[in-house]
């Protein structure tokens, strides 16, 4: 990604008015996967256009997929092939012959960008195909680990493996009969989760997953509106249990996507530190598995409204208004942690203006993003003039002293961009962001909302 910087000042005025945020960027991703594999047309309304689900829309293209793209609008049309319609595109330029025994064959070489949840998911889809196919990415999303879905995959019968053997992508997928298995998950994962049971549609028998605490359930919830049979449970020990049958049809559905509650999370922590804010934004989504950060806010002293509560397709979502607060420092763990773990960077960096002392932990997780947001939001807040201690699995912040103005650099990652600018609102002088278009990666036009 061409490096950029941009500068970024304290605020002049209260941040007032009403804003809506891009569309949920998990749900876009599954709207469009299961869209292709489904009978009929599905219709997403507010999907994200941003690089991550981007990717997820060529790949699936590069399979033989039509999908209509209207980006003014927000609007996606998936024309599915169904369950067993996927397939390689030569035209397309993404095919190559393969090697070994199976080497006649057309091998589908898919580009998944920086996307974790691109590559993650997809190999659960095409580990049920009856064609080899070739995942890889950028250079960040080749080092992040995959051996967390290798495992689970290879039990079920498919043939995966890490090209390189280092339990990243690359990734080589071949035909292979799937069988059903219950598999317990080290960490609450959605991404890991999601795999299975999608490579749990092409099994031969029943599949589960056991999680040490429940992930978001974005998967389950819209497997269910397409026709699969998934069932979920909360068991009295906090695990999470999530099952489903081998499915011949999933049936095309019209998909209105909430806005991301991990946009909204930025503009949420602006307007709690800039004082005078009262900001209202609209039709945000507010799924259990997702709202961690509404909790900590809330925790943390902030004036937060949910207004206008209402549900679709199954995914509850509400306008916020947010109110300027006097925060104080709160410890954010166990089970909050998965609901919450992509809004951990802007969490720590709300917790840099909180009264006290803010512990995270259980977060290693955090450890293996587009960077390691251990280390980023450390390195970024010292730089502001923050007193913050990192752990092996989160940090110390505490919290009060003024930040300063510095230069940032964002490692490519997304979300440090969008945190740290958020932080620069609020502190003395101004501050300048390396590598700040990295952001549309997940929020296009970030800055342009800012502004």
Do not use: W
């Not at 609450?188 to 605490?213: C, H, M, N, Y």
């Not at 945000?284 to 709202?291: D, E, L, S």
């Amino acid at each position: 990604m061409k490096d950029s910087s941009k500068i970024i000042y304290p605020a002049r005025q209260p941040l007032t008015g009403e804003i809506q945020v891009p569309g949920d960027k998990s749900i876009s991703h599954r709207a469009v996967m299961l869209g292709a594999i489904a009978k009929g047309t599905t219709r997403i309304q507010n999907f994200l256009m941003g690089g991550d689900c981007l990717s997820t829309i060529d790949c699936f293209r590069r399979l033989g997929v039509q999908i209509d793209v209207n980006a003014a609008e927000g609007q996606v049309a998936v024309h599915g092939k169904g369950m067993h319609g996927l397939g390689v595109c030569p035209g397309a330029g993404n095919a190559q012959k393969t090697g070994g025994p199976d080497g006649d064959l057309q091998e589908a070489v898919l580009d998944t960008g920086n996307s974790g949840t691109t590559t993650r998911l997809i190999s659960g889809i095409l580990a049920g195909q009856d064609f080899p196919s070739l995942l890889s990415g950028d250079v960040s999303l080749n080092t992040r680990p995959m051996n967390r879905i290798l495992e689970p995959l290879t039990q079920m019968g498919a043939h995966i493996r890490s090209v390189h053997g280092n339990g990243c992508a690359p990734l080589s997928i071949r035909p292979g009969q799937l069988h059903g298995i219950h598999y317990r998950t080290k960490v609450a994962s959605a991404q890991v989760k999601s795999a299975i049971l999608l490579a749990g549609l092409f099994a031969d028998s029943p599949t589960s997953v056991t999680e040490p605490s429940l992930s978001r359930d974005h998967t389950e919830l819209m497997l269910r509106g397409f026709g699969a049979d998934v069932s979920s449970i909360i068991n009295e020990d906090g695990t999470a249990n999530a099952s489903i049958r081998p499915c011949r049809e999933l049936y095309a559905q019209d998909i209105v996507v909430p806005g991301d509650i991990s946009s909204a999370a930025y503009f949420i922590a602006a307007a709690l530190i800039v004082p005078g804010s009262s900001l209202l934004i609209r039709n945000v989504g507010i799924n259990p598995t997702r709202a961690g950060f509404l909790s900590v806010c809330r925790d943390m002293g902030g004036d937060i409204t949910l207004l206008n509560e209402r549900t679709t397709g199954g995914e509850p979502s509400a306008d916020l208004l947010v109110r300027h607060s006097s925060l104080h420092g709160v410890t954010i763990e166990g089970s909050l942690i998965p609901t919450l773990i992509d809004e951990l960077p802007m969490a720590a960096v709300l917790a840099a203006f909180a009264e006290g002392t803010t512990v995270i932990r259980d977060a290693a997780e955090l450890k293996v993003k587009e960077s390691d947001r251990i280390v980023t939001v450390t390195e970024n807040l010292l730089a502001m003039g923050g007193d913050v201690t990192p752990t092996a699995d989160g940090m110390i912040i505490r919290g009060g002293s003024p930040l300063h103005g510095a230069v940032i650099d964002s490692h490519l990652d997304h979300r440090i961009a969008m945190s740290f600018a958020v932080a620069a609102l609020a502190a003395d002088g101004e501050s300048r962001i390396r590598g700040a278009n990295c952001v549309d990666i997940s929020f296009p036009g970030f800055y342009d909302y800012f502004n």
